[in-house]
């Protein structure tokens, strides 16, 4: 499994012990979370960097592992 990488001033979930709210660098097929920032432009900026594939979403990651929710798309 891959290092999701974390960016600062991510705010706890208040619905989920362990998780974190922020915006995720995500690719789908094959699903690899790369990381999860407090704002949309520190994400696009690392989505950038991933090149085509890679998107920016909003939502939940539980610390440690691969866990996104998204909300809404």
């Known amino acids: 499994m891959a290092d999701v ?3 600062k001033n991510l705010k706890k ?3 989920s012990e362990g998780w974190v709210l922020g915006w995720g660098v995500l690719q789908d097929s094959p699903w690899l ?3 999860v920032y407090a704002t949309a432009a520190e994400a696009a900026a690392e989505a950038k960097k991933h ?3 890679f998107r920016v979403l909003e ?3 539980e610390l440690g592992t691969q866990n996104f ?3 809404g798309e």
């Open 5 to 7: 990488k974390t960016g």
């Open 69 to 71: 929710i998204f909300f």
């Open 13 to 15: 979930d208040p619905e």
């Open 33 to 35: 979370l790369v990381g």
């Open 51 to 53: 090149g085509n594939g």
């Open 59 to 61: 939502g939940s990651y």
